[in-house]
């Protein structure tokens, strides 16, 4: 079966080999307080920071998923004020996580089909943290730079965090430009699920410390003291942690890898208005996503296809939340090769 799920998705080829090293190399039972574990652990963060162009300034901590990450923010670094941005199901969950958290959270809910317009909104200046998704999986869309800009030169002393899952690893990010960014490895890192990474500025760091939060379980400041050891503050997923070190090992650097992915969008975008019955559910060029490709029809035509498409060897990713009767989304990752893209391609041209 190819699959071209929005996650999680398609792994490596490779980790098929690094599952059975891990094994034979007894890591499923080593201690996260070894020699062992320290070293993988190091040479991962090592090439997290090479390979995706993280400014060493930043702090990696490993989370166990995105959602967690959620909370940690909203618990560690926030003392009242914050504001989220969604158009699609993800981002309006890590809003409600954060209202639960601190009840002076807002949300403002944009159009999907829009950039974000900053001034549209009544947004208190003292405001201390404001957050994006950069990659709404569920809608297939994207917040570009300008936004980021926008928002940098009207807040400039709010804290910037960005949910990065379905793109982080796929295309490039400028870390310089956030304050917190998090991710999950499912997708364009071409892993299980199961590991999350929290990547935060010098600047964040001081708020964290501002707040001082050091008694829960998945506290800021103490996975931060780990993490300077190589070491997490919990039991870990030991084995993602190995599988993230191994991939980190062999895919590209960013920039590589990110020109490649923009290719491919472009040419998605350019061939999926030419299916009969099929359009663009995105249809503004400036805000679609890159990695997650969003196409719409009938709830008839999408049920059929995606039967059709299993029956041929082929998974096409289900749409989510209110789009998930109309829009199937095609995943456009790393792990997925040049000879998968064209098998589908010629699949959906096929069709009757």
Not at 150 to 166: C, Q, V
Not at 266 to 285: E, K, V
């Amino acid at each position: 079966m190819i699959t071209f799920n929005v996650g999680p998705s398609k792994l490596y080829p490779e980790v098929k080999q690094y599952l059975q090293d891990a094994y034979d190399q007894d890591i499923l039972s080593i201690s996260h307080r070894s020699k062992a574990f320290d070293t993988f652990s190091k040479k991962c963060l090592e090439l997290l920071h090479e390979k995706l162009d993280i400014p060493i300034d930043h702090t990696i901590i490993y989370t166990g998923s995105a959602t967690e990450s959620w909370e940690i923010i909203s618990q560690d670094v926030v003392k009242s004020k914050s504001v989220h941005f969604f158009n699609g199901e993800f981002g309006k969950k890590w809003f409600e996580y954060a209202k639960y958290i601190n009840p002076l959270t807002v949300g403002y809910k944009f159009d999907e089909q829009q950039a974000i317009a900053l001034g549209d909104y009544d947004i208190d200046p003292e405001t201390e943290l404001l957050n994006f998704t950069l990659n709404e999986t569920s809608t297939g869309t994207k917040v570009g730079k300008a936004t980021i800009d926008a928002a940098k030169l009207k807040f400039p002393n709010a804290l910037i965090a960005i949910d990065t899952t379905s793109c982080i690893a796929g295309i490039h990010i400028d870390f310089r430009e956030f304050d917190i960014v998090f991710g999950s490895v499912q997708k364009c890192f071409g892993l299980p699920a199961g590991t999350g990474l929290l990547i935060l500025s010098p600047k964040a760091m001081e708020k964290a410390e501002e707040k001082g939060i050091r008694g829960r379980y998945n506290s800021l400041l103490k996975m931060a003291e780990y993490i300077k050891s190589y070491q997490t503050s919990y039991t870990p997923n030991v084995l993602g942690i190995y599988l993230l070190s191994r991939v980190m090992e062999i895919v590209n650097p960013i920039a590589f890898t990110s020109n490649r992915i923009i290719k491919q969008a472009r040419d998605w975008y350019a061939f999926i208005p030419q299916l009969d019955g099929f359009h663009l559910h995105i249809n503004n060029n400036e805000v679609r996503s890159d990695t997650v490709i969003t196409v719409g029809s009938t709830e008839e035509n999408v049920s059929k296809i995606k039967l059709v498409a299993k029956a041929a060897g082929i998974e096409l990713g289900s749409g989510y939340g209110p789009l998930k009767n109309s829009t199937f989304r095609i995943a456009n990752f790393p792990a997925i090769s040049e000879t998968e893209i064209a098998t589908l391609k010629v699949f959906l041209t096929s069709l009757p």
